[in-house]
DNA sequence: TCCATATTTCGATAGTAAGCGAAGCATTTA
DNA sequence: TAAATGCTTCGCTTACTATCGAAATATGGA
């Protein structure tokens, strides 16, 4: 009669989220890509079967999905939905203390991925520009004539195939505590700044590193003048999806 | 160097949530109204001593905020983010089954409270209606010159006594999976249409009832044909906050 | 001052679940 | 077909924590 079954399931959504092994997986799969079970195994610090029960445990929940190929079985955030929780969840982690200077990174901090869009402060002065620039619509939800055109021209596929997700958005920064681009554009954003070679995804980490041209290319189209965050604390690793062990 | 602590957070924020006692105590107090622990201790079902060590662990995560007033403790939603990040979560639980049809009860579905403002088919229809009239801009994060007009006719406070909070915004309904209208405005209409006795808080829940009067209201403001859930399922309780047990 | 009520602290118990290693199944490579 | 790799299932141990009742502490009213 009343929601008591959506508090038991509200609880046990939360449980699924509360074992330390699993949350560090579920940091590891915001960045929005998909990793086997094994990587996901590394970074939780555990057996392989004891990963295998928390990886069943986080799909029973549909927090995430899971694809096989061959044989290996990627795993990733089941949607959007889900990352935006986790969001909103690390900010009040975040925003627990705000007298105290932010204990997140500075290099997470300038720039970072979203499960599959840009955050951080690069991503908060960037849109504040598709703003004041008129390129974006004041609600954020829509291009403007110039802003598709100019967009366009730097190639960012402005026309979504499908209409399921909303084209574009705003999504709440935990550590700028402000607004960035989310939704479709925000993606396709981040897409035309990695084929550009304007950014770079760190491999183990939710990191974006700003490379030189794309610092030249961010004062040129966007007028915006960041410098790029020093290069090689990690090297870039060639082994594909190697996660270390902590 | 790394997010390791962020994560060990993470999981102690979503284990505060965990527990299907405290759960349930969450739930009840997304209303936006405090409660004693008397009070919290008899939706939880449990012993007084265990009631208090779970609010304890609420407030040492600073889920929830203490007043003590007198011989009683009164228990609060630390801030409006924590309401949002419950209202998340609790999309994710109701989300992970779209092909059934919801099992939140009409009445709950109808009208209901989210924090401080209105939710339900009755908010989402009223944010249509606001923006289509033009009474709010298009973003939904101001009013127009005509809202803010007839809003202040209508009894509703549109000057925030101070900028800290955001001035309206959007909130995205769970129930119905469309916005509904949030922020400081959206907190100042449901005093108003309380002021007015078009709706009625439930005491024991998050339900709203609509009345008699704030059915021809909607209709005669508002442009809205909308019919008045069935009355006196609940009795109207004229004891103080008492909280059922179950 | 004394008693009733509100709430917390303490000590003990029991249920849950995270952990490991060994064994099993499936898929790819040799 | 055999060996290697990826992943899961099973059985067991251990650690944590939700729970209760009893006792302690604090507040308000008589």
Not at 31 to 41: H, K, M
Not at 128 to 143: E, F, K, N, V
Request: with cysteine; hydrophobic share 45%; aromatic share 6%.
């Amino acid at each position: 009669m009343d929601d008591y079954f959506l508090e038991q399931k509200l609880a046990a959504m939360a449980a699924a989220i509360a074992d330390p092994s699993r949350a560090r997986m579920l940091c590891l799969l915001m960045d929005g890509r998909a990793y086997t079970a094994t990587e996901l195994t590394a970074v939780a610090d555990v057996a392989s079967s004891t990963a295998s029960k928390h990886l069943s445990r986080l799909a029973e929940q549909q927090l995430v999905h899971c694809i096989q190929q061959g044989r290996h079985r990627y795993f990733r955030l089941a949607n959007a939905e889900v990352a935006a929780m986790l969001e909103s969840l690390m900010g009040l982690v975040v925003g627990a203390r705000p007298l105290v200077v932010s204990k997140t990174p500075p290099s997470l901090r300038f720039a970072r991925t979203c499960y599959d869009h840009m955050a951080g402060e690069m991503a908060v002065a960037l849109h504040q520009r598709l703003l004041a620039m008129a390129w974006l619509d004041p609600s954020s939800t829509a291009l403007t004539g110039t802003g598709r055109q100019h967009l366009t021209a730097l190639g960012v596929n402005c026309q979504p195939p499908d209409a399921r997700r909303r084209f574009a958005g705003t999504c709440l920064d935990w550590s700028e505590r402000q607004f960035h681009l989310g939704g479709w554009l925000g993606c396709a954003l981040l897409q035309a700044f990695e084929a550009s070679a304007w950014v770079r995804r760190e491999l183990d980490s939710r990191q974006l590193q700003l490379t030189a041209s794309g610092q030249q290319a961010l004062s040129r189209h966007f007028g915006l003048a960041l410098s790029a965050m020093p290069l090689g604390l990690r090297a870039t690793n060639p082994v594909p999806n190697k996660v270390a062990r902590r």
